[in-house]
């Protein structure tokens, strides 16, 4: 395979290439077509850059779930130089504002329903610059900039391509700078590392504004000239029967995405699909082994994110749960205060760290942030990202005696308890075992007297009638569960909140406390686990032991 530098070169390649290049459950288009309809909007865009942008930045917001308008920008940006910034309809009126004005957006790209809520949102687009896919006018004026495709002047490896939001299920969300040339340059190392070849079929059910499918999926079919797939939105009913209309043989997908589908009841045809293989990021290893068996199918479970490159190589003879190998020796699991590499990870039978306070820190990369291109107008954030010259994750993790390593969770997934730290990441994969558990966020929450508690919130089908005093059996016999990591707080609810992208949105959660209309159960911490739901006298009575204790600020 010829290596492009960027991704305007990529598409063009793909003139005069007749192998279907995108499909919905509609209408199919030739990789040539996708070409000539994104230089179509390449050319609209400019057009409205020239008439009516002036010197402001040629970013185009687009709001749109997985439909093919959302593709073809994806084209025409690359080929105008312009940068695509994918908004996230599942984001408040108040953060999607803020969105749209902090990328400086100057074009939106959306459909009625998403203009009828950008009309009630001071985001500073003017009407005459937001295009409605489905208004008739829209493609008249698409149609009326038909023209051979090609790059504009100056467009290369280091033109800007996207501002990608971060997920923001722990804090703030920061937009991440991506270049054609980096995702080029993920293209090609997605191919050679999860074998993506010209006759894949590539099913897209993950958004398109968010890193996973534009880097596991978008990029690497665009250079290999294999098919895409799309599902508007993920549906875990709908994953089966759209895998097989298609023949799909590739997806992308998150473990929240994976823990709906592994939650479908098991039919005994499940297996008879065109799946060969899937990559995505945090499922629980039960989940990747109940998919390999079920879908005949490999999951290859990585790590990475918007904003950096690799981190660990894949390696076959990885431990369950394990990332794989250093990518390289300046892959480092280090204290965060010394700056020194953290000994190695002492591991009993279950696999559980034995010296989590020595062994645990954040995964930093000491040759530098090469890939790292920055945040958007975020010179603070840049500056966390980058300490002594380090790319750091913002991750922890440790190695094993064998130099495996591990992901532990988040910088803020530690709850301290007792003065003993405890894993966040580890309780939510011992709750996301049981078999009437959807998925599971775990947090610290303010303990009345001093420090942290453990809270838990899992999604359950139908959470009146959930046997909780079988989930604590369950617990009780799961030999990797502490003594503190048993939740004293449990949420139950039948829709955790997410973000776009179907990552739990543990933020909210952890604001929210106990102070929820859904159903909240406590265990006071003493003898066998015992759960009592609490009314609106137990919560205030709650409130009322931090106020004792003087800890009122903690409520």
Avoid at 278 to 283: D, H, I, P, Y
Wanted: net charge negative; hydrophobic share 40%.
């Amino acid at each position: 395979m010829t290596h492009r530098d960027d991704i305007a070169t990529m598409l063009l390649d793909r003139l005069g290439d007749e192998r279907l290049g995108l499909r919905t459950r509609d209408r199919e288009w030739s990789w040539d077509a996708v070409v000539r309809e994104s230089a179509a909007r390449a050319a609209l865009a400019t057009a409205v850059r020239d008439e009516t942008l002036g010197d402001a930045p040629f970013h185009i917001g687009v709001l749109l779930d997985n439909v093919p308008d959302f593709v073809f920008w994806l084209g025409g940006a690359a080929l105008a130089g312009a940068v695509i910034v994918g908004l996230n309809p599942t984001r408040g009126s108040a953060g999607l504002a803020a969105d749209i004005r902090h990328a400086d957006c100057a074009l939106i790209v959306t459909d009625s329903t998403g203009a009828d809520r950008l009309a009630q949102l001071d985001h500073g687009v003017a009407p005459s610059r937001v295009l409605l896919v489905d208004d008739p006018a829209y493609q008249r004026r698409v149609d009326e900039h038909r023209a051979e495709p090609g790059a504009a002047a100056g467009v290369g490896a280091a033109s800007l391509f996207l501002l990608l939001f971060t997920s923001g299920t722990t804090g703030t969300s920061k937009a991440v700078r991506c270049s054609q040339g980096r995702l080029a340059r993920i293209a090609y190392a997605a191919t050679d590392k999860f074998g993506h070849h010209r006759e894949d079929v590539d099913y897209c059910c993950m958004p398109l504004f968010h890193g996973n499918a534009l880097m596991a999926l978008w990029a690497p079919a665009l250079a290999n000239g294999a098919t895409v797939c799309l599902a508007p939105t993920f549906s875990a009913s709908r994953f089966l029967p759209d895998v097989r209309h298609y023949g799909a043989t590739f997806f992308s997908y998150v473990g929240k995405a994976l823990a709906y589908l592994m939650a479908t009841p098991e039919q005994p045809d499940d297996a008879d699909n065109t799946l060969t293989r899937g990559f995505g990021t945090e499922a629980s290893p039960e989940d990747q082994v109940e998919f390999r068996r079920r879908f005949g199918a490999e999951l290859f479970e990585g790590y990475g994110s918007s904003e950096g490159g690799a981190v660990a190589a894949t390696d076959p003879h990885a431990p369950p749960g394990a990332l794989g190998r250093p990518a390289h020796p300046d892959v480092v699991v280090v204290d965060p205060e010394t700056l020194a590499p953290c000994p190695t990870a002492v591991l009993d039978a279950q696999a559980r760290v034995l010296n989590p306070d020595e062994a645990i820190g954040e995964i930093v990369d000491r040759r530098g942030a090469r890939d790292f291109e920055g945040y958007y107008r975020n010179d603070a954030a840049d500056a966390e990202r980058v300490r002594n010259g380090w790319y750091w994750t913002g991750d922890l993790g440790y190695i094993d005696g064998d130099g495996f390593l591990y992901f532990a969770g988040r910088r803020g997934d530690w709850i301290r308890v007792d003065g003993e730290n405890t894993s966040a990441l580890t309780i939510e994969r011992v709750l996301r075992r049981h078999p009437g558990v959807v998925t599971a966020a775990v947090y610290g929450v303010p303990d009345p007297r001093s420090g942290d508690q453990v809270m838990a919130a899992i999604e359950v089908a139908d959470p009146a009638a959930f046997d909780l005093d079988g989930l604590v059996s369950f617990l009780l016999a799961q030999d990797d569960l502490g003594a503190k990591g048993f939740p004293r707080l449990l949420r139950v609810s039948d829709n955790l909140p997410t973000t776009g992208s179907n990552k739990v949105l543990k933020r909210d959660l952890q604001a929210q406390k106990w102070h929820t209309r859904e159903p909240i159960y406590r265990w006071p911490g003493r003898g066998r686990p015992v759960y009592q739901q609490m009314s609106d006298a137990d919560r205030d009575a709650l409130d009322a032991e931090f106020a004792a204790h003087g800890r009122e600020r903690h409520v």
